[in-house]
């Protein structure tokens, strides 16, 4: 992420461009329309500031940095045989929930039984406590 940061100005002139998905303050995230331009644009010669100006999205504003890494990022995508489209909306977090085998949920059961003795365990003592402080207190008044 580049330290240079977008004005409301710089937001307002961009954020209504059809290969930018989505822009704030500090982040820009294009479009795999224009992920895609991008790279058919280079491999036919084009330069990235180049490809940038074609596609409305002005230099200027961006910087140089983040049309670098822009560059980079999908020249290494395509060396790598990966796809560029975005994929975090897809794979973003744990999964909300996972098939458990039977031993599994047997684990899992004997450990929540474990886990709910050792909290009764603990209030017992608590209680035991309370109850020796009182008998304590109550023999002190007595004297």
């Known amino acids: 992420m580049s330290k240079i940061r977008f004005s409301k100005e710089d937001i307002e002139k ?4 059809p290969y930018i ?14 992920k895609e331009k991008f790279l058919e644009l280079y491999n036919k010669g ?12 002005y230099p200027e504003i961006i ?5 670098d890494m822009v560059a980079y990022r999908l020249k290494k995508k395509v060396e790598y045989g990966e796809n560029v489209t975005d994929k975090r909306k897809k794979f973003s977090g744990r999964p909300k929930s996972k098939e458990l085998t ?3 949920e047997i684990q899992r059961l004997k450990h ?3 886990y709910q003795e050792q909290q009764i365990e603990f209030l017992k003592k608590i209680s ?16």
């Open 14 to 17: 961009l954020k209504d461009n």
């Open 21 to 34: 998905l989505n822009i704030s303050e500090k982040a820009i995230t294009y479009t795999d329309e224009f």
């Open 46 to 57: 084009k330069m990235p500031t180049e490809i940038f100006r074609l596609c409305e999205i």
């Open 63 to 67: 910087g140089q940095k983040r049309i």
């Open 102 to 104: 039977k031993d599994e």
């Open 112 to 114: 929540k039984i474990q």
């Open 128 to 143: 035991f406590v309370e109850k020796k402080a009182k008998w304590a207190s109550s023999k002190k008044n007595m004297k």
